[in-house]
């Protein structure tokens, strides 16, 4: 596993400190989970914002729901 070192403020480093208190887990478990959050969130509008960029480029183009459904005889 690789190490990095962060500097947090105070505020943050004493509820992250408490948490990890109260919780009997470790601050690292903690900040693990908060940057595998971010970090889905992040990949998610990356992914987002490239395919709304090939949809503006002309790359790719848009459906609506209705003719997916049509398309796949879903259409009510």
């Known amino acids: 596993m690789a190490a990095v ?11 992250l400190n408490q948490l ?3 919780t009997g887990r470790s601050k690292s478990f ?3 989970e908060a940057i595998l959050e971010h ?3 992040l990949e998610d509008v990356y992914l987002a914002e490239q395919r709304l960029e090939d949809l ?7 459906h609506t729901l209705e ?8 259409a009510d």
């Open 5 to 15: 070192s962060i500097r947090l403020p105070e505020d943050i480093a004493q509820r």
């Open 20 to 22: 990890a208190t109260l």
């Open 30 to 32: 903690y900040i693990t």
């Open 39 to 41: 970090l889905d969130n």
């Open 56 to 62: 503006r480029a002309g790359r790719s183009k848009a």
């Open 67 to 74: 003719a997916v459904e049509r398309e796949l005889g879903l």
